[in-house]
């Protein structure tokens, strides 16, 4: 019995143990209803179509199907039973009807898909089979609408201005952490030598 309740643990754990959260990313196509995004900012949107992006968190097991699940459930609740996703290499496989296509719509399909699958870096190229007919391979670049990542552009520039700043301030002058220390060493060894001289007299 107790040699039993050893294995039932030791495989509870393992299973525990090969699950974990992690933090993803799907795309939605949504249009910007407060009037159209301007070009300079975001290239190639059109009537305010965009995607954006929106950040998950969930538990996981070790295999790529189960994140395909979990795509397709986010993506299109009501269809994911309808669309199987597979991968090969740096290729995804996404086969559907053409009725569950149309019923999404095939360009907001394409692009959700498009762009969640590639940004989550389990494939560079994805192949889209309609009822039977493969389409061609799609990547990044055959996107129809823009990613909404001016937060992120502007994240990413200020880091870089605060990392030239610091590296600016490390070459051309002491950090102010250096100069509480040395102004600390400089009063310590003035003061041990004022008690010093004090004690000869």
């Excluded at 200020?158 to 102004?183: A, C, F, M, N, S």
């Amino acid at each position: 019995m107790r040699k039993r309740l050893l294995i039932l643990f030791f495989f509870s754990t393992s299973i525990v143990e090969a699950s974990h959260y992690m933090d993803y990313v799907i795309y939605k196509q949504d249009t910007f209803y407060q009037g159209y995004f301007d070009e300079s900012l975001v290239p190639g949107s059109k009537d305010g179509v965009y995607l954006k992006p929106v950040f998950k968190n969930r538990l996981f097991g070790t295999t790529q199907e189960e994140f395909f699940e979990v795509v397709k459930k986010d993506l299109y609740p009501n269809a994911h039973q309808l669309i199987s996703i597979s991968s090969k290499g740096d290729s995804c496989f996404i086969e559907v009807d053409s009725s569950t296509i149309s019923s999404i719509d095939p360009n907001r399909f394409h692009n959700e898909m498009l762009a969640t699958l590639t940004q989550s870096s389990l494939c560079n190229v994805v192949l889209i089979e309609v009822s039977g007919e493969r389409g061609t391979a799609l990547t990044i670049k055959d996107l129809t609408a823009p990613y909404f990542t001016l937060v992120n552009d502007s994240v990413s520039s200020k880091e870089e201005t605060l990392k030239e700043t610091r590296k600016v301030d490390e070459i051309g002058k002491i950090q102010p952490l250096e100069i509480i220390l040395l102004t600390f060493a400089a009063v310590f060894a003035l003061t041990t030598l004022y008690l010093a001289l004090k004690s000869k007299r």
